[in-house]
């Protein structure tokens, strides 16, 4: 059976055809109403954007109303590589979908995740064959660090925000997501919010804002 997101949509403030497409992935245990609150933020310099964000594609046992992208058992480095393969596809298909929907091209198109969601935003964006214009990351790591280099075809611009107080994803993971992404020539800008735990504060949110407007100026 071929999995299909669903998730709340938010058009553009203009009230004119959009002409960009943020696509919001949440993290493990949320869902799509979470991140969608954040199109609100955006919307003032970004008035011509749809904001997408789709549900993830299992729901999130012991959590009502909460999905994952994948399950999240044994933490281990082996677990998040396997996890984020195995739900590319389905993430891919999504991002297809909204593409042609809207009948726009990757230059059109950013992703924006937290946590688990950041982790499929790095996994997916990269090993897409035509560079999308950006990818904001909070609170995440890379998934499958070790595989990113064979498996990479593009390389978008790349915001990493992390909060130094961070006790669910510490603040190692966004220093090793970073040198990997440095490494293999990634236009990478990062924040660390001084005090911040498991979330994204004002700051982060004034900061994604700023990278998605240039990301997409630059990206025409």
């Known amino acids: 059976m071929t999995l299909t997101l669903s998730g709340p949509i938010v058009m553009p403030a203009s009230g ?6 943020v696509i919001f992935i949440h993290g493990y245990g949320s869902n799509g109403n979470d991140l969608i609150g954040l199109a609100p933020c955006w919307q003032s310099e970004l008035p011509d ?4 964000a789709p549900n993830g594609p299992a729901p999130c046992p012991g959590v009502p109303g ?16 396997a996890g ?15 593409l042609a929907r809207f009948d726009f ?3 059109q198109l950013a992703l924006v995740g937290f946590s ?20 904001v990351g909070y609170s995440g790591m890379l998934a499958d660090a070790a595989g990113l280099a064979a498996g990479l ?12 107080a961070d006790d669910v994803l510490p603040l190692a993971a966004f220093h090793q997501a970073s040198t990997a992404l440095n490494g293999l020539g990634f236009d990478l800008t990062t ?30």
């Open 191 to 220: 924040h660390v919010s001084r005090g911040l735990g498991h979330s994204i504060d004002e700051a982060g949110l004034t900061l994604g804002k700023h990278f998605l407007c240039k990301a997409f100026a630059n990206s025409k």
């Open 16 to 21: 004119q055809n959009p002409k960009h497409i």
């Open 66 to 81: 909460g999905y994952q992208w994948w399950p999240l058992a044994t933490l281990s480095i082996e677990e998040r590589a």
């Open 105 to 107: 091209t990757e230059k």
């Open 116 to 135: 688990q969601g950041t982790m499929m935003a790095l996994h997916v964006g990269p090993r897409r064959e035509r560079e999308i214009a950006g990818i």
């Open 49 to 52: 954007t749809v904001f997408v």
């Open 153 to 164: 075809r593009s390389k978008p611009p790349v915001m990493l925000v992390h909060g130094d």
């Open 84 to 98: 984020a393969r195995q739900a590319a596809p389905v993430l891919d298909r999504f991002i297809d979908e909204q």
